[in-house]
């Protein structure tokens, strides 16, 4: 019998004026070395992350820079997603 997929979501709500931006995508990184599927939900402050090149003024020591986390994230396989009605109130248009 094949061995079920373990899934985690990491959802934030801080975008890049706060430590815990960085913490969530660490979080992130390590779910996938252990294995897991991860995906990170971006609503409230954390969709400006996206936006803006935020992510390039975000380092917090002794986490790797928030761009490198995320870069990392994403490479790996991870999933980012973005509230629409977060995105939306902020003006943001969508990208693909």
Known sequence: MAEATQDLVVMMTHGADHELSSVAFTIANGGMTAGLKVSVFLTSAAVDLV???AIDMT???PLEPLAALIQDFLRRGGQ???CT???KARGYGRTT
Request: charged content about 35%.
């Open 59 to 61: 380092h917090v020591e």
């Open 80 to 82: 980012l997603w973005a």
């Open 85 to 87: 009605p977060c995105v």
């Open 51 to 53: 936006r803006k090149k």
